[in-house]
């Protein structure tokens, strides 16, 4: 199964969607339109969106209200891929040259800010001051949260904590808010509304975590870079965390930055005998298993059940 | 007579702005913190608080309304300059070192984007959909205007169009909606509004045209930085395209620069011999005039006199 055979129902909506993802980079400039309809042409799981019709389903569902929120949330995430790509020094991302690369950091700055802004611009056709109030929060956290991942490489003593707070801020609050939004514009009853954003966050935290997984297990075909390439860049995840609380595996990967030049697939190696994946593993599940709780109060039954099969989804991904 | 005189009335609110951009910056992150306050403590003029102030004076003032369009006004402005710290390479900006210079491109960009978050954040408590709305399209533009800027540069053909309407962009527009939103949120008469965007308007376009003459009459020690800087990055301002009306000093500076190593006091010469300075005086002086006379419609006393005291002095402004 594949996403897009769990979304065939919204599948209009969607493609309403993509529409308008296309319009808002529509700016007349060729440089802009060609720095972002290659990001947008790119693809990508489009899964914020997705959160946000479902989180409709919860209420009276109007799509004329739900694809602004669900356009803003799918640019502000586009708008955070192209600023990363200007942080990550990333040459490619899902498999296709970044912006970055293909033309400059500035550009890719500028580009970045103005999908931004056409995102704000978008959410600006909705009057309810709740959605401008909950959207702008979660946009200075995630800000925050990008400072903090900055702050944090290789910092080896970091602790668990700081990793979920990181990871919180950078994946899960979008999805969190993509779920919550999506059921305030159709009026959901608020429990309901609170269990969406419930959803979205536990949902969110074991989609990173996997991220953070198939950094190491999955192949360079698979990412689209080498393995282990988060932790070459100084980014602590939590397969390193958890084979840290073996002192001489934390010794030897240590030792090996501290070398100038580490041995990646020594210390892959290292990371997958020390039982850090698996540990890694065990902590998403158990968030999934907070995702499919948060559930139990939705009325819809089929949002339920799709919310369910990307769960589902979730737990078995390997790219 | 320096600005802060003009302000005297104001002063008490422009303390009260000020606290609040620095509330603004308080993330408890000291990276955050440290790298957003060292912006706001080198200071700068605060034309665009004063601006939304003013424009407050032609309907019924409410500080309450005005400072958080102020806020948001000003954070988005520092926003823009931290960006453009970044694609400019700046060392040093008002004197001071800028905040990629002192910590790095990546956490300036994170940096930016957290000020403008916040400046997002601040304008929320206004529920009026109709500042969203200006205010999101006006950043829209800027984007539009910043990625128009890179594009532009060492494109020694552009039209003078093309050099009027990025500095619409880059300054007179955000100065135009400073004015507007001032008088907008206060419940002036909607032709009052209007010729308050144009005033912004008419006077951004006349102080960047004055900043672009600067760069080639100041002193090293007056701008803080060499002069002719910003031709030595490839914008080509007012100053330079007017010296090219004269095909042998276009060909002499465009050669210069052929050879990879411009001598920027002879191209500076240049452009002074070519009368190019002196074009673009004028034309900012006729900015000036639309401006002066935009304030016609303009009721309040108060507002009118200061509007004409910075007005004068912006026309004689040597830094």
Chains 1, 2 share one sequence.
Not at 96 to 111: E, F, Q, S
Not at 151 to 171: D, H
Request: aromatic share 8%.
């Amino acid at each position: 199964m594949n996403l897009m055979d769990i979304y065939q129902e919204l599948k209009d909506d969607i493609h309403v969607i993509e529409q308008e993802l296309f319009r808002s980079i529509d700016s007349h400039y060729p440089l802009i339109e060609e720095a972002a309809s290659h990001l947008l042409k790119a693809g990508g799981k489009r899964i914020r969106p997705v959160f946000v019709l479902l989180g409709g389903k919860s209420g009276v569902y109007d799509i004329e209200r739900l694809k602004h929120v669900a356009v803003a949330l799918e640019l502000i995430h586009m708008a955070t891929l192209v600023h990363d790509d200007v942080i990550d020094d990333a040459e490619t991302r899902r498999g296709k040259p970044t912006v970055k690369a293909k033309w400059d950091n500035r550009v890719a700055m500028y580009t970045g800010d103005f999908i931004f802004a056409q995102a704000l611009s978008r959410i600006t056709r909705l009057s309810d001051p709740r959605v401008h109030q909950i959207l702008s929060k979660a946009i200075v956290d995630m800000c925050v949260g990008e400072i903090e991942q900055i702050q944090a490489l290789y910092q080896w003593n970091q602790s668990l904590k700081t990793y979920f707070m990181r990871i919180k801020r950078k994946t899960a609050l979008l999805m969190a808010i993509s779920c919550q939004l999506g059921g305030l514009v159709c009026n959901a009853p608020e429990p309901v509304v609170r269990a969406l954003y419930r959803y979205g966050y536990y949902v969110g935290m074991a989609f990173q975590i996997t991220d953070d997984i198939l950094d190491f297990t999955g192949s360079e075909k698979q990412l689209g870079k080498p393995a282990g390439s988060d932790l070459r860049q100084g980014n602590i995840t939590l397969p390193v965390l958890a084979s840290f609380r073996n002192p001489a595996i934390r010794d030897a990967i240590i030792n090996e930055f501290k070398s100038g030049s580490p041995d990646m697939p020594k210390i892959i190696n290292l990371i997958k005998q020390s039982g850090g994946i698996h540990v890694a593993k065990t902590i998403a599940q158990r968030y999934l298993e907070k995702a499919r709780r948060s559930l139990e109060d939705l009325q819809s039954v089929y949002s339920k059940k799709t919310f369910i099969q990307i769960t589902d989804f979730i737990e078995q991904r390997t790219y």
